[in-house]
């Protein structure tokens, strides 16, 4: 985790504190901060840190320090949003394979326009981020996934037990521009940064063959609508745009009137109801929906009973339970069969046959790196069980890679000849934890 120099702290703060302090402030000179040398700088950093692939130009961060040097890279860059001489290159489009078979399109902006987009994210995020409400928790500092799922079960436990998980269809493809624009416009007049950010909405989306050959896919000026997945500045502007169905829900108290709370990860959405109530809140939320110009995909939309059923949010199953040790209901929070699976393929990619050419020791690496990051973040609440499932598939796996590595076929000799204190021992693999870890205390 970099940290943020105390330079570019202090004008965050500064401009946090003026929104939060004057509602209704419209900021108007912060395009010169965003070509600022220090934050440029810092943006490459962020950038670079991301490790994310080329862009449409294939440039890579190592061809930049190789040939022209970082130094240069963003001088020029600086010179170009100086001399409002900058231009954004085309998006490139690649497809990422999803869990049902499906692909999800993700555009993936040149190092340049990324380092851009961060310099701006930089700036202008703290004077959005006084405004946006307490049930949004997605793409904010110091909000976590974690913070989100603690809300949903506190709601849980105070009645709100009717739960409509929703699902909106498409949501950052099918954006309103103009909409988002003017909820941008409510606290920034600066036109050149209106104009950077009209920019990168309507920047031409290309896709390149296996050839080499690119071809225009979308976007381009005439685009209307949508904000790639992939740019540095979306998860922002996506949140801004949703900050308005949060707004009407809290200054319309909808809470207390329709007896739901909302709580929001980016368009990961759940309205929490008492009981009796997820009829009409279901309907005052396609109200809202359909004034905001987004479609709920009602095929992935269901309202469940969480005392008869369960619901999946953020990569968690939640239903309420009850306690073996005193009887009492409780919301119930462990790993989804969705997520145990994702882990279980990948720990099996990673100790397939065919990988036995490469050595032991990256093998290990590999698993221990990607075992060590999902329990990272799965190593909460009602876990044992699941880590459990986890820790024996990784021995499993492991196990069967060596024998494979070793030409032993009969499982049992496996089993005696690598125990698992043996793959602990000498090979250092990764020991999964399997204790459950306590929820915080959180104040509704």
């Not at 109530?277 to 987004?294: A, H, N, W, Y």
């Not at 369960?310 to 409780?330: H, Q, V």
Request: charged fraction near 30%; include cysteine.
């Amino acid at each position: 985790m970099l940290t943020t120099p105390e330079t570019i702290r202090t004008l965050q703060r500064k401009l946090y504190r003026k929104a939060k302090q004057e509602p209704a402030c419209r900021f108007h000179a912060l395009y010169d901060k965003i070509y600022r040398a220090d934050i440029l700088e810092f943006a490459y950093r962020l950038v670079r840190a991301n490790k994310g692939s080329a862009g449409i130009d294939g440039v890579t961060f190592e061809a930049i320090e190789e040939n022209e040097g970082a130094p240069a890279f963003i001088g020029e860059l600086e010179e170009a949003l100086r001399n409002k001489t900058y231009k954004p290159d085309p998006v490139k489009r690649v497809m990422i394979p999803k869990s049902d078979g499906n692909q999800r399109p993700l555009g993936i902006p040149a190092i340049r326009d990324r380092v851009a987009q961060m310099a701006a994210k930089l700036v202008i995020e703290p004077i959005f981020e006084a405004d946006f409400c307490e049930t949004s928790y997605g793409f904010r500092p110091k909000k976590s996934a974690h913070d989100a799922v603690d809300d949903v079960t506190y709601a849980m436990n105070t009645g709100y037990t009717e739960v409509i998980d929703a699902d909106l269809s498409k949501y950052f493809d099918t954006i309103p521009h103009a909409n988002l624009m003017a909820t941008v416009a409510e606290r920034i007049c600066d036109g050149e940064v209106l104009h950077l950010l009209q920019m990168w909405l309507k920047a031409p989306i290309m896709e390149m063959d296996k050839d080499g050959t690119k071809r225009n896919i979308g976007g381009g000026k005439g685009n209307r609508k949508g904000t790639p997945q992939g740019g540095v500045i979306s998860p922002l502007l996506s949140n801004l745009y949703l900050h308005i169905l949060d707004r009407i829900w809290e200054r319309n108290n909808l809470q207390q009137r329709l007896g739901a709370r909302i709580v929001r990860y980016a368009d990961d959405i759940v309205l929490l109801c008492k009981r009796g109530k997820s009829g009409r809140v279901m309907t005052i939320f396609r109200q809202i929906l359909e004034r905001l110009k987004l479609t709920l995909n009602e095929s992935k939309t269901k309202i469940v009973n969480a005392h008869k059923g369960k619901f999946d949010f953020l990569g968690f199953s939640i239903r309420m339970a009850e306690s073996w040790k005193t009887g009492n209901l409780y919301p119930h929070v462990q790993p989804s069969k969705k997520s145990l699976q994702k882990i279980k393929d990948r720990v099996t990619g990673l100790t397939a046959r065919r990988r036995t050419i490469m050595t032991l020791e990256w093998i290990v690496k590999e698993v221990n790196a990607t075992v060590r990051g999902w329990v990272g973040y799965f190593h909460y609440r009602n876990c044992s069980k699941a880590l459990g499932q986890i820790r024996s598939h990784v021995e499993e796996r492991l196990i069967t890679h060596l024998r494979k590595r070793h030409k032993i076929r009969n499982r049992n000799a496996g089993y005696v000849r690598f125990p698992n204190r043996l793959i602990y021992k000498r090979y250092s693999l990764y020991k999964v934890p399997t204790t459950a870890v306590r929820a915080k205390a959180h104040a509704l």
